[in-house]
């Protein structure tokens, strides 16, 4: 079956410094790929919409300059966590929407810890 | 703004029960509903989906309903298996097939053998 693939599932970095974290559709082209950050005991929250070749969409209250998003091809999503600070330490994880556009999978998630 | 709340947050059953996990929201204006389980440190496996139109979906042991008028979603597990432990999530989405979805905080099941 379908498969979504994100790399790191954990990191560890420091205090400014920046972070990448690839989604990769491996048997399908996915055309929009999702980002959602869940903090401890909370829900997933939706962070932007990425679609390949443009620019992402960023749900309000996220910074768009500070998490990167590029789409550059069809199978490959990158979320860039810049100037990392504690408080972004969560779960980040993606989602990857099939070419046909009825269904969806997700990323087995990446573990963010800013020291 | 949607808002999606799960009650209740854990749940802890012997092996053998059936139980229900239950899901409401505030806006009936959706588009489709997704139960999904999630395994400690794991991703999303998607469990049923239900489609505005429709009022459930059945998959081996579980079934899902809809209620669109009262807001409400419930999960039903038949025959519960400790390899049901794991955190369930209910997801809606609200923008025409979007797929931006809305999630609750989820339900932690354990199954006890």
């Known amino acids: 079956g379908a498969v979504v693939s994100q790399h790191p599932s954990r990191v560890i970095c420091k205090s400014g410094t920046s972070v990448k974290i690839e989604c990769r559709s491996l048997d399908f082209q996915a055309t929009t790929m999702f980002w959602y950050r869940q903090f401890p005991k909370q829900s997933l929250m939706l962070m932007a919409t990425?679609?390949?070749?443009?620019?992402?969409?960023?749900e309000q209250g996220v910074e768009k300059d500070k998490f990167l998003i590029n789409h550059a091809s069809l199978t490959l999503s990158t979320l860039t966590v810049t100037s990392a600070h504690p408080e972004d330490s969560s779960f980040y994880i993606c989602?990857?929407?099939?070419?046909?556009?009825?269904?969806?999978?997700f990323g087995e998630g990446s573990w963010l810890t800013v020291v | 703004k949607q808002e999606v709340t799960q009650i209740p947050a854990a749940l802890s059953v012997p092996e053998g029960e059936n139980l229900v996990l239950n899901c409401s929201f505030t806006d009936s204006a959706i588009y489709n509903l997704q139960w999904f389980r999630q395994d400690p440190g794991k991703g999303l496996t998607s469990l049923l989906l239900?489609?505005?139109?429709?009022r459930e979906q059945t998959s081996g042991r579980l079934n899902a309903s809809l209620d669109k008028s009262s807001g409400r979603s419930t999960l039903y597990i038949a025959a519960s298996q400790p390899g049901d432990s794991a955190t369930y999530l209910c997801?809606?989405?609200?923008?025409?097939?979007?797929?931006?979805?809305?999630f609750g905080k989820g339900t932690k099941l354990s199954v006890i053998p």
């Open positions: 997801a809606l989405d609200s923008g025409a097939g979007s797929y931006q979805l809305t």
């Open positions: 989602s990857a929407l099939t070419g046909s556009g009825n269904t969806i999978y």
């Open positions: 239900i489609q505005s139109s429709q």
């Open positions: 990425s679609n390949e070749g443009s620019k992402a969409t960023y």
